[in-house]
């Protein structure tokens, strides 16, 4: 197949996906309330892993300050461009405190118009996911978020999500996994969407 073929597959995947598509933007605020007739979850996480932030650094402290490179910060405009073309709309980004997640964060909201950006410690490369599932399902039904990270927590999380020990994925920087949560009783799990590349998904807008 050649590569041309093979993003026009991905494109008609992301346009079919009507999660995508026509849901209105969603606030996850804390609003779910118990009954004897809860409804099944639906939490749509877009998981997006930083941009390009250069040559890691050996000291924790330095390399937490790291910023995204010029290209990086370019990159990541054509994906957010890209995820804005096919229909990509939410209230909500949360984000690792460390710098090149933060940057990545904020050029994410600015092309994509989210009001709301917050840090969120559970991001961070040696963050719990356990507390990071306790706060997702405190947040409201039908809620769609992007989630900006780093690897291989990134990875990691998804694996535990789709109930696969050791997941074959690989996230590129700058790449993005969508990721549809349908229980949090007695595990968090649910399924894998899409996981596409920087390269393809600039091809896309």
């Known amino acids: 197949m050649t590569e041309s073929k093979r993003t026009g597959r991905q494109r008609r995947a992301l346009s079919n996906d009507k999660e995508i598509d026509s849901n209105k933007p969603t606030s996850p605020t804390p609003a779910r309330t118990t009954s004897k007739t809860t409804p099944p979850t639906k939490i749509d996480l877009f998981i997006l892993r930083h941009g390009e932030a250069g040559n890691r650094m050996t000291v924790l402290e330095e390399d937490s300050k790291r910023p995204l490179t010029p290209e990086g910060r370019a990159e990541m405009r054509k994906i957010a461009k890209s995820l804005k073309a096919v229909g990509l709309q939410t209230n909500h980004i949360y984000t690792s405190p460390l710098i090149r997640a933060r940057e990545t964060a904020e ?79 007695p595990r968090i799990s649910g399924e894998l969407r899409w996981l596409l590349t920087p390269k393809i998904i600039t091809k896309m807008s």
Not at 115 to 134: Q, V
Not at 151 to 168: Q, R
């Open 107 to 185: 050029v994410t909201a600015k092309v994509l118009n989210i009001p709301t950006l917050e840090e969120w410690d559970e991001l961070k490369p040696d963050g719990s996911k356990a507390t990071l599932y306790r706060k997702l399902e405190r947040l409201q039904q039908n809620s769609t978020l992007i989630l900006v990270g780093h690897e291989p927590y990134l990875t990691s999380m998804i694996g535990e999500i789709i109930g696969a020990t050791s997941p074959k994925i690989v996230l590129k920087k700058g790449g993005v996994a969508k990721v549809r949560i349908t229980s949090f009783t």
